[in-house]
C-alpha cells in the first residue's frame, strides 16, 4: 500500500497452460491528499469565551479549504453559544482528493454562584420581637423581589411558597424542623437551602 504521492513502476508477468509468459509493464500514479490533524481534538471554555481552531495541514502545496459551515478561514476564531464540532475538509486543486478532520468545542458548566443571604436558625412566633418571623437577610443592595421563599416539612409537603419579601410566620404549622429553599426567580438554579426549627414555647 503506497504511503507517499509519486509514481510506482511494475509489471506484472502471466504465465499461460504451456508455460508462455506474458508480461504487462505500468506506472501508477500515487496522488497527494492533504492531511489535517486537530491538537486536541477536543476543547473545552466558558460560555461567552472565544477560541481559535489552528489545525495541523500537511501538504506540499496550497490546499483548498474549507469548513463544514461555507467558512474558510484558517485558523478560525470562534465562539459558540452551546457545544459545537467543526469541521474542516482539506482539497488537493489539482486533483480534488480531499479528507477532514473535526474538533469539538464544549461549553463548560459555568458555577452557580451562592445567593448572598443567610437564614435564622430557629423561627420562635411568640410575639418577643425576636424571630417571631422566618426572613432572610440580604446582602446590602440586593433586590428581595427576585427571590421565591419555599417552606417544606419533614414529609417533603410544600407548606409556604411566597416572595421572599413575605416572611413566614409558622402559620398553623406545630413546632418542630422544617426545610426552606430560598430560589432565584431570574435562575432558579441558584438556590439557598436549609433546616429551621419552628419552637413557639422557648425553653429557659
Same mark, same amino acid.
Given at each position: 500500500?503506497?504511503? &507517499?504521492?509519486?509514481? +510506482?513502476?511494475? *509489471?506484472?508477468?502471466?504465465?499461460?497452460?504451456?508455460?508462455?509468459?506474458?508480461?504487462?509493464?505500468? $506506472?501508477?500514479?500515487? /496522488?497527494?491528499?492533504?492531511?489535517?490533524?486537530?491538537?486536541?481534538?477536543?476543547?473545552?471554555?466558558?460560555?461567552?469565551?472565544?477560541?481559535?481552531?489552528?489545525?495541523?495541514?500537511?501538504?506540499?502545496?496550497?490546499?483548498?479549504?474549507? #469548513?463544514?459551515?461555507?467558512?474558510?478561514?484558517? =485558523?478560525? &476564531?470562534?465562539?459558540?453559544?452551546? $457545544?459545537?464540532?467543526?469541521?474542516?475538509?482539506?482539497?488537493?486543486?489539482?486533483?480534488?482528493?480531499?479528507?477532514?478532520?473535526?474538533?469539538?468545542?464544549?461549553? @463548560? &458548566?459555568? =458555577?452557580?454562584?451562592?445567593?448572598?443571604? $443567610?437564614?435564622?436558625?430557629?423561627?420562635?412566633?411568640?410575639?418577643?420581637?425576636?424571630?417571631?418571623? /422566618?426572613? =432572610?437577610?440580604?446582602?446590602?443592595? &440586593?433586590?428581595?423581589?427576585?427571590?421565591? +421563599?419555599?417552606?417544606?416539612?419533614?414529609? @417533603?409537603?410544600?407548606?409556604?411558597?411566597?416572595?421572599?419579601?413575605?416572611? #413566614?410566620? @409558622? @402559620?398553623?404549622?406545630?413546632?418542630?424542623? *422544617?426545610?426552606?429553599?430560598?430560589?432565584?426567580?431570574?435562575?432558579?438554579?441558584?438556590?439557598?437551602?436549609?433546616?429551621? +426549627?419552628?419552637?413557639?414555647?422557648?425553653?429557659?
Amino acid at each position: 500500500t503506497p504511503t &507517499e504521492p509519486g509514481t +510506482l513502476m511494475g *509489471y506484472v508477468t502471466t504465465p499461460d497452460e504451456v508455460c508462455n509468459a506474458d508480461t504487462l509493464n505500468y $506506472s501508477l500514479e500515487v /496522488l497527494e491528499v492533504p492531511h489535517i490533524v486537530f491538537d486536541p481534538a477536543r476543547i473545552t471554555i466558558d460560555s461567552g469565551q472565544s477560541v481559535s481552531l489552528n489545525p495541523l495541514i500537511t501538504f506540499s502545496g496550497d490546499a483548498s479549504l474549507m #469548513w463544514t459551515d461555507g467558512a474558510t478561514e484558517v =485558523p478560525r &476564531e470562534v465562539s459558540p453559544a452551546t $457545544s459545537t464540532t467543526y469541521t474542516l475538509m482539506a482539497t488537493n486543486p489539482g486533483t480534488a482528493c480531499s479528507s477532514q478532520a473535526s474538533v469539538e468545542v464544549v461549553i @463548560g &458548566e459555568k =458555577p452557580v454562584e451562592p445567593i448572598q443571604a $443567610s437564614m435564622p436558625p430557629v423561627l420562635t412566633p411568640n410575639g418577643d420581637g425576636i424571630n417571631d418571623v /422566618l426572613a =432572610p437577610l440580604f446582602r446590602a443592595g &440586593e433586590d428581595p423581589k427576585k427571590y421565591q +421563599l419555599e417552606i417544606y416539612n419533614r414529609q @417533603g409537603a410544600l407548606i409556604f411558597n411566597q416572595s421572599a419579601t413575605q416572611p #413566614w410566620d @409558622g @402559620g398553623e404549622a406545630p413546632d418542630g424542623v *422544617y426545610y426552606y429553599i430560598l430560589r432565584n426567580r431570574e435562575n432558579p438554579v441558584q438556590k439557598l437551602k436549609g433546616a429551621v +426549627l419552628l419552637q413557639r414555647t422557648v425553653r429557659n
